[in-house]
């Protein structure tokens, strides 16, 4: 196989753009197009008029299609992408992969039975920005890594089947997970329903990893601003990654705050504050999902994990349910067991 034949199933706020992508890589062959709605379907065909079209996804069984890109509400994650791997096609589902662990290490486990690719649409992890920070981060460069400090806010899109956290957070997840090489053991949460109860449009999530690194994510559906930024905070350096930012999106401070030698006398004792230089790396910019694509389709043709695969999905499905499991339970702290964090404890918050 030289050439992957791809079927997309939804055509609504992202579908658009992962469909582009795959019609543009001379790895990928667009076959089929799947959503609800006629009159997506009818724009599919006019700016596409060789792929085909249809309301039911169960169509590309029989249209020689061998993988499929799931774009749909995260409720249907699950239920579409178990009947395409179940039928012998290789998955790309975007995030979050489900909204259950267990959900998802069903996926995990069915595709590695039969052999196929299963990846999730992290596609910050193909972003060259947060790979040049994890260079960094990795090289040592930064130091001894303090703590990360995420936000991520804008005024809507509100979601009337899911909460700001199910919404927002997986990028930052999957992003503190792929620049730490490491997943939480510790997770409190608050937040508010400010617009419809039941619902959280507001929500601070701390999360605690090995080796005391803190990490601290903002995510709000009630900003007056969109703010999409990361802080890393080292040893040595300390860097801002701004999303929003149209050109220097990295900046790498040269400052920080060391102890001096130890001493017995209390009047002896001072911090030297460094103040060094602010430097914006150039980086070369590729769009990530041309990249979460390009991965995919060659995850499928030679049989090797992508970047984003189900499991570096499910893990952070795992650390949603942790969160949300503290924001329902009041601010309390959820605390992962190994060998997994499915199995979790809840202490007040504090202790």
């Known amino acids: 196989m030289d050439q992957l034949q791809v079927g997309v199933i939804g055509h609504g706020y992202w579908g658009p753009n992962l469909l582009r992508n795959f019609v543009e ?94 990846m999730v649409g992290h596609t910050f992890e193909y972003n060259a920005a947060v790979r040049e920070i994890k260079r960094m981060v990795d090289s040592g460069e930064l130091g001894e890594i303090y703590y990360v400090d995420a ?112 001493t017995n006398s209390y009047g002896d004792f001072q911090l030297s504050y460094r103040y060094g230089d602010v430097v914006a790396p150039h980086i070369r910019f590729t769009e990530p999902l041309r990249m979460e694509c390009q991965d995919f389709v060659d995850s499928c043709l030679n049989h090797t994990e992508p970047v984003a695969s189900g499991w570096d999905g499910m893990k952070v499905v795992e650390v949603l349910e942790m969160a949300e499991a503290a924001l329902e339970s009041g601010c309390t702290e959820i605390i992962a067991e190994e060998p997994s964090p499915l199995q979790a404890e809840v202490s007040p918050s504090g202790d």
């Not at 503190?176 to 329903?193: K, N, Q």
């Open 25 to 118: 890589l001379p790895g990928s062959n667009v076959v089929a197009v799947a959503d609800f709605s006629e009159e997506r379907l009818a724009s599919v065909r006019s700016r596409y008029p060789g792929v085909e079209t249809t309301t039911d996804y169960q169509d590309f069984f029989n249209l020689g299609v061998n993988a499929v890109v799931v774009a749909t509400p995260p409720e249907t994650h699950y239920a579409i992408a178990r009947d395409c791997l179940e039928h012998g096609l290789n998955v790309l589902v975007e995030k979050p992969l489900t909204l259950k662990t267990e959900h998802a290490r069903d996926l995990v486990d069915l595709a590695k039975s039969k052999g196929l690719t299963l």
């Open 151 to 262: 936000v991520r806010v804008n005024l809507g899109l509100f979601q009337s089947n899911s909460n700001v956290l199910w919404d927002l957070a997986p990028h930052d997840v999957s992003i503190l997970r792929y620049i730490l090489g490491m997943d939480p053991i510790a997770v409190r949460a608050s937040g508010t329903d400010s617009i419809m109860k039941g619902k959280h449009d507001l929500a601070y999530v701390y999360l605690q990893f090995p080796n005391n690194v803190v990490a601290h994510m903002h995510v709000s559906w009630l900003d007056p601003r969109k703010v999409r930024r990361i802080t890393i905070v080292g040893s040595q350096k300390m860097v801002v990654y701004d999303d929003i930012e149209p050109l220097e999106k990295i900046k790498i401070y040269d400052k920080g705050v060391d102890k001096l030698p130890y």
